[in-house]
C-alpha cells in the first residue's frame, strides 16, 4: 500500500510542479472552445442544436482528460531512457503495485487537469444544468482517467523509443478524440463513423458526461449504459497493463 | 570474515540472440570484500550485473547471493543488494531527499528509520545540505554519489557499483573511490564493482577478476595477478592475459563482430 501511495504520490508532485507545462496544455481546450465554440457556434444553434458551446464543454473536459492521461505513457518512456523505472524495478516489491501506483497516479493527474478545463469552461460560459450533477460527473471524469491511464500504461510498457510515443499520439489519441462525438453530435451520423465512435471508449466518457451536465436528454447511449460500458473496458485495460507492466525486461 | 562467499557465481552464461554475452562466468565474493570485474566495453561486466541483481536471467548457471538463489529467490535476494547501474536511475524532477525517500519506501524501511539513516548517508557523501534541491540541478559526480547514498538505504548485504566512475572528471573519481574504500569501514558492506581504468581496479580493489569477450580470464589480488603473468603493472599483467590492451568506448561494435564470429564458427 506504502509503494502504491508513494509511486502515486510522485506522479501528482510532478505534475503540480510543471507549471509551465500545466499552462502550456491549456492551449489545445482554449483553442478548441474559443475557435470552434464561437465560430461553430451560430451555425450549430441554426441547425436547432441549441447552444454549441453547453454541447462541447463536456468533449473539450474529455480532451484534456484523454491526453493527460495518454501522456502518463510518456512518462514512462521517460523513465525507462532515464533510467528511473530499474530503480522500481529491482525494489522487492510485486510488480503489480509498481504499475497500480503509476497508473493511478497518471489518473489522478489526469482528473486534476480535467477539473481545471471544467473550470476554464465555466469562464467561458458553460452551465451544467444542476450542481447536484457535478460530482457524478467527477466519477465519471475518473473513471475515463482510469480507463486512458491503464491503456497507456499498457502502450508504454510495450514501445521502448520516443518516437513510438509520435505514432501512438498520431493513429491513436488524435483519431480517440475525433471520433468520440466530442465535437459533433452522434445521432444521425454515416454508418461507418457511427461504427467507428461506439467501438471508441472516450464515446461513452463524452456521452455520459453530456448526460450528467447538460441534461439527461442528451446522452445518446445513456448515462448507465455509458458507465458500465466504460467499466467493462477499464477492467480490460488495467489488466492489459498489469500484463504488459510486468513483461518489462531492463 | 565467514568462509560462506556472500556472492557465489557457477558458469553462468547468457546470450542474446547470437551474441554469447557472458560465457562460462564463476567466481566467488567474500563477505566484506571488494571485488572488481575489470574489463574492456563489451566484456560482458553489465549483463553480469544484471544477471546478479535479478534483472536478467542467465541462460544457464546458477547464481547464489547471501545463500539464496538469484532465479528462485528474486524478492529475497532484492532485499539483500543495493545497485548503482552503469546508466542513471534517479527521478531528476525530484528532490535528493525525495529519491532517498521513496527508495526507503520501496525497501519498507519504516519512516523513523528512514529519516534517520537518509540522513547519515546524505551527510555521509556530502549531500545533505542540497537535500532539497532537485536533482536536475546536481553535477555528474553529486548524482553518482546520491545514487550510492541510495543504494545503502536499507542496508544492503552487497552492493553493486557498474562503472561508477564512468563519465567523471579526475577529482570526483578520486572523492568516489576514498567513499567506496569507506564502505567497507561504516557499512560493512561487500561491494562488487566493474571498471575498466585499470589503476582504479589496482587501488581500490581487494581482489580483480579479469574479464574480456565474456570471460573471466584470471582472478585474483592486484600482487597476485602480476606474479602469476611475471609482470610489474597491472596494465602489463592485462596485457599478458588478454593479449590486448584494454579498449575504449569505441571498440563495443567490434567486439559484437567477434562475437558473433566466435558464436558462429563453433
Ligand atoms: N540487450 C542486449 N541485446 C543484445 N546484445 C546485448 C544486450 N546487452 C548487451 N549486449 C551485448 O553483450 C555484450 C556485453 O555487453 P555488456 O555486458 O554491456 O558489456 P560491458 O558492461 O562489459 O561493457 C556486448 O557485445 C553487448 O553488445
Ligand atoms: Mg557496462
Known amino acids: 500500500m506504502a509503494v502504491v501511495f508513494v509511486l502515486w504520490l510522485r506522479e501528482v508532485k510532478k505534475y503540480l510542479r510543471s507549471r509551465v507545462q500545466i499552462v502550456a ?25 441549441g447552444s454549441y458551446l453547453q454541447f462541447m464543454a463536456p468533449g473539450v473536459i474529455g480532451m484534456a482528460v484523454l491526453f493527460t492521461a495518454m501522456f502518463s505513457g510518456i512518462a514512462m518512456l521517460w523513465d525507462r531512457q532515464f533510467g528511473f523505472l530499474k530503480e522500481t524495478l529491482v525494489a522487492p516489491v510485486p510488480r503489480l503495485a509498481i504499475m497500480i501506483g503509476r497508473t493511478l497516479g497518471g489518473a489522478t493527474v489526469a482528473v486534476l487537469q480535467g477539473t481545471l478545463i471544467f473550470v476554464v469552461t465555466l469562464i467561458a460560459g458553460f452551465r451544467p444544468v444542476s450542481v447536484l450533477a457535478v460530482p457524478l460527473a467527477f466519477l465519471l471524469i475518473a473513471l475515463v482517467a482510469v480507463v486512458f491511464a491503464a491503456l497507456a500504461t499498457a502502450i508504454g510498457s510495450t ?7 509520435q505514432m501512438v499520439m498520431n493513429f491513436l489519441v488524435m483519431p480517440i478524440f475525433f471520433l468520440s462525438g466530442a465535437l459533433y453530435p452522434l445521432p444521425g451520423l454515416p454508418r461507418v463513423l457511427a461504427a467507428l465512435t461506439r467501438v471508441d471508449p472516450l464515446t461513452y466518457g463524452v456521452d455520459g458526461m453530456r448526460g450528467l451536465l447538460i441534461g439527461r436528454g442528451s446522452a445518446h447511449f445513456g448515462v448507465a449504459f455509458d458507465v458500465a460500458v466504460l467499466l467493462a473496458v477499464g477492467v480490460v485495460f488495467v489488466a492489459a497493463g498489469a500484463w504488459r507492466f510486468s513483461k518489462i525486461e531492463a | 570474515m565467514s568462509d560462506r562467499p556472500i556472492l557465489r557465481v557457477q558458469h553462468i552464461a547468457k546470450s542474446f540472440g547470437t551474441v554469447l554475452a557472458v560465457n562460462d562466468v564463476s567466481f566467488d565474493v567474500r563477505p566484506g570484500e571488494i571485488f572488481a570485474f575489470l574489463g574492456p566495453n563489451g566484456a560482458g561486466k553489465t549483463t553480469t550485473i544484471k544477471m546478479l541483481t535479478t534483472l536478467l536471467r542467465p541462460t544457464t548457471g546458477s547464481l547464489e547471493l547471501d545463500g539464496l538463489d538469484v532465479t528462485m529467490h528474486p524478492t529475497e535476494v532484492r532485499k539483500r543488494f543495493g545497485v548503482v547501474f552503469q546508466d542513471p536511475s534517479l527521478d531528476s524532477e525530484l528532490t535528493a531527499w525525495e529519491n532517498m525517500d521513496i527508495h526507503g519506501v520501496l ?7 528512514r529519516r ?17 534541491d532537485l536533482v536536475k540541478t546536481f553535477s555528474g559526480g553529486m548524482k553518482r554519489r546520491l545514487e550510492i547514498a541510495r543504494g545503502l538505504l536499507h542496508t544492503p548485504k552487497v552492493l553493486f557499483l557498474d562503472e561508477p566512475t564512468l563519465g567523471l572528471d579526475p577529482q570526483s573519481r578520486n572523492q568516489m573511490w576514498t567513499h567506496v574504500r569507506n564502505l567497507r569501514a561504516t557499512e560493512g558492506v561487500t561491494v562488487f564493482l566493474t571498471t575498466h581504468y585499470m589503476d582504479e581496479a589496482d587501488r581500490v580493489a581487494d581482489r580483480i577478476a579479469v574479464i574480456d569477450h565474456g570471460r573471466i580470464v584470471a582472478t585474483g589480488s592486484s600482487a597476485e595477478l602480476k606474479q602469476q603473468t611475471g609482470t610489474d603493472s597491472l596494465e602489463a599483467a592485462f596485457l599478458a592475459l588478454t593479449g590486448t590492451m584494454i579498449r575504449d568506448e569505441s571498440a563495443t561494435a567490434a567486439d559484437q563482430m567477434r562475437q558473433v564470429a566466435r558464436v558462429w564458427r563453433r
Open chain 2, 107 to 113: 525497501y519498507h524501511v519504516a519512516r523513523h528509520a
Open chain 1, 159 to 165: 514501445i521502448k523509443e520516443m518516437q513510438g510515443f
Open chain 1, 25 to 49: 496544455s491549456l492551449g489545445g481546450p482554449l483553442m478548441y472552445l474559443g475557435v470552434l465554440g464561437f465560430g461553430l457556434g451560430p451555425v450549430f444553434q441554426r441547425a436547432g442544436e
Open chain 2, 116 to 132: 534517520a539513516r537518509c540522513e547519515v548517508l546524505l551527510r555521509m557523501f556530502e549531500l545533505y545540505e542540497r537535500r532539497d
